[in-house]
Nanobody, 121 residues
Framework: WQLVESGGGLVQPGGSLRLSCATS????????IGWFRQVPGKEREGVGC??????NYADSVKGRFTISRDNAKNTVYLQMDRLEPEDTGVYYC?????????????????WGRGTQVTVSS
């Protein structure tokens, strides 16, 4: 199972970024793919997740972040709009089977290496 994040960078407050999570070695159809973020000194927190066409989001990002998937490309996307400085962190994608729509870090056994997102003026 492999997951590789990309698309991070520096963006001004109010701006947008789209992160990608390219997967291989498994079928997206049967997995939840979650997005998590972490800043130094804090726990890794769930941002949102998707399985099939269903999604679940943390309250802090509802209405600003959107997760989608392209099965043909085995890729999941995290569209982040109206970004705030508090959204800064390393963003990870992760996969699990059997815990649909979970935002609990420990329920995800497969992880990418992360991509840095910095929201700053």
């Amino acid at each position: 199972w492999q997951l590789v994040e990309s698309g991070g960078g520096l963006v001004q407050p109010g701006g947008s970024l789209r992160l990608s999570c390219a997967t291989s070695g498994f079928t997206l159809d049967y997995c939840s793919i979650g997005w998590f973020r972490q800043v130094p000194g804090k726990e890794r927190e769930g941002v949102g997740c998707i399985i099939s066409s269903a999604t679940n989001y943390a309250d802090s990002v509802k209405g600003r972040f959107t997760i989608s998937r392209d099965n043909a490309k085995n890729t999941v996307y995290l569209q982040m709009d109206r970004l705030e400085p508090e959204d800064t962190g390393v963003y990870y994608c992760a996969a699990n089977i059997g815990r649909p729509l979970s935002l609990i870090r420990d329920e995800y056994p497969y992880w990418g290496r992360g991509t840095q997102v910095t929201v700053s003026s």
